[in-house]
T-cell receptor, first 114, second 109 residues
Framework: DAGVTQSPTHLIKTRGQHVTLRCSPI?????VSWYQQVLGQGPQFIFQ???????GRGNFPDRFSARQFPNYSSELNVNALLLGDSALYLC?????????????FGSGTRLTVV | QKEVEQNSGPLSVPEGAIASLNCTYS??????FFWYRQYSGKSPELIMF????GDKEDGRFTAQLNKASQYVSLLIRDSQPSDSATYLC?????????FGKGTTLSVSS
């Protein structure tokens, strides 16, 4: 079984540009979460989607948005990129369960804003 | 503000020793706690989760939870050089995982 897949693996963008990151969860998982990890810090929660609905949002500006598709894959969009948006963006999926046995992370997308 | 605190380290132990990693959290209502391992340049990998007070063992790893003290720890027995990584502690807050900054462990052969 494929794990959580993310694309692209690396990306270089210029300040002010827009970026779209993609994620496919583990087969059978309906929940997708996005995290941002800046160098030297732990991952920080951005969004969670379940059954195409936003279930949670972290403390990020409106430049960050996401959506989930009928096949449970997801996109994270960031507009008007800033240098501070340079980070590893992680997607995590979890099964539909009342108990969280832990999220499985994808390999991440490393975004560099220049 | 819900926070998870970890000593950033580095924690250095010789091969074969016990490594002890500690974490405190501020959200007294937290029920679920997780330890992730992250190798340099890689994504976090779940190694343990714990919900109940006390100890939970899985191979060389033991997670310990004390909700009264808001304290979670991870013990790694018979530490190996391959255990050298950053260990992230996290607790569940609603739909989010709140992570600490991680503790870097270095196991010398």
């Amino acid at each position: 079984d494929a794990g959580v897949t993310q694309s692209p693996t690396h990306l270089i963008k210029t300040r002010g540009q827009h970026v779209t990151l993609r994620c496919s969860p583990i087969s059978g998982h309906k929940s997708v979460s996005w995290y941002q990890q800046v160098l030297g810090q732990g991952p920080q929660f951005i969004f969670q989607y379940y059954e195409k609905e936003e279930r949670g949002r972290g403390n990020f500006p409106d430049r960050f948005s996401a959506r989930q598709f009928p096949n449970y894959s997801s996109e994270l969009n960031v507009n008007a990129l800033l240098l501070g948006d340079s980070a590893l963006y992680l997607c995590a999926s979890s099964p539909p369960s009342g108990v969280n046995y832990g999220y499985t992370f994808g390999s991440g997308t490393r975004l560099t804003v220049v | 503000q819900k926070e998870v605190e970890q000593n950033s380290g580095p924690l250095s132990v010789p091969e074969g020793a016990i490594a002890s990693l500690n974490c405190t959290y501020s959200d007294r209502g937290s029920q679920s706690f997780f330890w992730y391992r992250q190798y340099s340049g890689k994504s976090p990998e779940l190694i343990m989760f714990i919900y109940s007070n006390g100890d939970k063992e899985d191979g060389r790893f033991t997670a310990q939870l004390n909700k009264a003290s808001q304290y979670v720890s991870l013990l790694i027995r018979d530490s190996q050089p391959s255990d050298s990584a950053t260990y992230l502690c996290a607790n569940q807050a609603g739909t989010a995982l709140i992570f600490g900054k991680g503790t870097t462990l270095s196991v010398s052969s």
